[in-house]
């Protein structure tokens, strides 16, 4: 019987064994996995800290149209600002389909590149014909 004993303390002593290492093994595995949510969670409160300010600068920063100003406002200040607006405005002077006495976008650009232009072809042309006529053209 002292034989039995000690061959299933053995047996207990190598089961404890295999339990510690295994769960050596699962505490590794819960802190790697710990330490990894843990970014993931980091990185997701950054990402909406990030998008909130953008919203708040985006809010601050955005002049509000002439709509959205008037939307809150109670019918009573509504006719307040209309009787501030009653005062002279200054004049606009609106032309259709009339000549504009400032050159468009490509009569500027055309400007700016034709005095190039012409001087290099008259360049060219000058050496043309300046040239003696027994050189050779490469």
Known sequence: MGASAREIE???????????ENLTVLEQRAA?????VGKIVAVAAGV????VGGIFIYRRVRR?????????MSLGSLREVASR????????KVTVNEKSEEPGTVETI???????????????LIERV?????ETEL
């Open 10 to 20: 053995r047996q207990i002593k190598e089961t404890r064994e295999r339990m510690d």
């Open 32 to 36: 790697s996995n710990a330490v990894r």
């Open 48 to 51: 909406a800290a990030a998008v």
């Open 64 to 72: 509000p149209t002439l709509k959205d100003r008037f939307k809150g």
């Open 85 to 92: 607006a009653k005062k002279p405005l200054p004049t606009v």
């Open 110 to 124: 055309l400007r700016k590149v034709a005095p190039a232009v012409v001087g290099t072809a008259s360049t060219a």
């Open 130 to 134: 300046a040239r003696p006529a027994d």
